[in-house]
């Protein structure tokens, strides 16, 4: 049945996002912040800016208004990014006028907190806002998702109602939406998978071959499913769409902000340039700090996610760092995926 949904962040993947909802014939209504940004998405049906040669659907429409987006919807998309999760759910509360689903597509964890998205949300949403939290994460870049490409992806939700209800809402011939209880396990696979697709692109950058990037892929899921089961997730999770299937995505794709800062951080460029660059959000970078913090305070053996922090906050070489990782005690391959701190 159509509904009323309102998606918040017109970056690249809200408005690839608002492009499924419209293809399901859902009255889709996208938040901008920026009035000039909703005029051109309203009067061209385009967002050159994060979605360039791309045309909109007629239906969609933007607004620069979350009341006007949010109001009377029927479920709310967030898609902002990580540092705007809190301030954005604090703006609906005070907007909505039933209580909603919302579902998220943000792939991060907090600093200092270092709470997952939805635990942020929980936090913030009244009562009143929400009648249940939803991840939708996976394999999918904005650009092809965009382009009506195969895609598939994974929800979840605490309860299967709200699982399904968000499976309903997007799923179509192009985009496949598979449903999976564990909250933890598909936020934490989404929000971990990009700090090992930076230090991909740093081996890129190092014009290091094929042979590394497939021991930093595989090693990376390693430690991503270590803290994972440590944490609470299945660590089945970790080999499905919303770990390995994004690990991979993100990691062999030009389309990955991830991949794409790590490999200029190997050509030798600064963190601050870097950024400034790409112009659109590197979730990875803030990721791995709060990833290394949340590792120690559970004393999880994470040694990819710390050598890339030393790159990037503490002004290791990165290609120092690749040498320091090979250069490890000896280990045994299978034992390593335990859940605690292995030190045969
Ligand atoms: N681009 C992609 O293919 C995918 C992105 N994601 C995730 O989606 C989230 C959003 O990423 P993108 O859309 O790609 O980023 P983007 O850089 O393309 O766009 C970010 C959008 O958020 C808005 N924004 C920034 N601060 C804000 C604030 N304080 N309040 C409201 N809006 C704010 C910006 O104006 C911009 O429209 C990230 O967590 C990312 O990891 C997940 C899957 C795919
Ligand atoms: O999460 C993504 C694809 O699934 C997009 O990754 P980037 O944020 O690195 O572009």
Excluded at 78 to 94: C, D, H, I, K, Y
Excluded at 292 to 302: F, G, N, P, R, T
């Amino acid at each position: 049945m159509p509904a009323s949904v309102a998606v918040l962040g017109a970056g690249s993947w809200g408005t690839a996002l608002a492009v499924v909802l419209c293809d399901n014939g859902h009255k889709v209504k996208l938040w901008a912040r920026r009035e000039e940004q909703v005029q051109e998405i309203n009067e061209q049906k385009t967002n050159e800016a994060y979605l360039p040669g791309r045309r909109l659907p007629d239906q969609l429409e933007a607004t620069s208004s979350i009341q006007e987006a949010a109001s009377t919807a029927d479920a709310v998309v967030s898609v902002v990014p990580t540092s705007a999760v809190r301030e954005t759910m604090q703006t609906l509360n005070g907007v909505v006028q039933h209580p909603v689903l919302l579902i998220h597509a943000t792939k991060g964890i907090e600093p200092g907190s270092l709470k997952r998205v939805s635990e942020m949300m929980e936090e913030e949403l009244e009562e009143r806002t929400v009648r249940g939290i939803a991840v939708l994460s996976g394999p999918s870049h904005a650009e092809e998702v965009s382009e009506r490409q195969p895609t598939t992806v994974t929800v979840s939700s605490a309860e299967l109602k709200h699982q399904e209800e968000a499976q309903d809402l997007f799923m179509t011939q192009h985009f496949r939406v598979y449903t999976n209880p564990d909250v933890i396990g598909v936020e934490l696979g989404g929000a971990l998978k990009n700090i090992i697709a930076l230090g991909i692109g740093m081996t890129d950058g190092l014009d290091y071959g094929d042979n590394a990037k497939a021991a930093l892929m595989t090693r990376g899921l390693a430690e991503i499913t270590r803290l994972g089961s440590r944490l609470g997730a299945d660590p089945l999770t970790f080999s499905g769409l919303s770990g390995l299937g994004d690990l991979i995505v993100t990691c062999t794709s030009e389309h990955s902000r991830n991949f794409r800062c790590g490999r200029m951080l190997g050509e030798g460029w600064s963190l601050d340039d870097v950024l400034e660059q790409m112009g659109m959000v590197v979730e990875g970078v803030k990721t791995t700090k709060a990833v290394q913090s949340l590792a120690a305070s559970y004393d999880v053996e994470m040694p990819i996610t710390d050598a890339l922090y030393e790159v990037l906050f503490n002004g290791l070489d990165p290609k120092e760092a690749s040498e320091r990782l090979m250069g490890r005690v000896k280990k045994r391959e299978v034992e390593d995926l335990g859940p605690s701190n292995s030190t045969q």
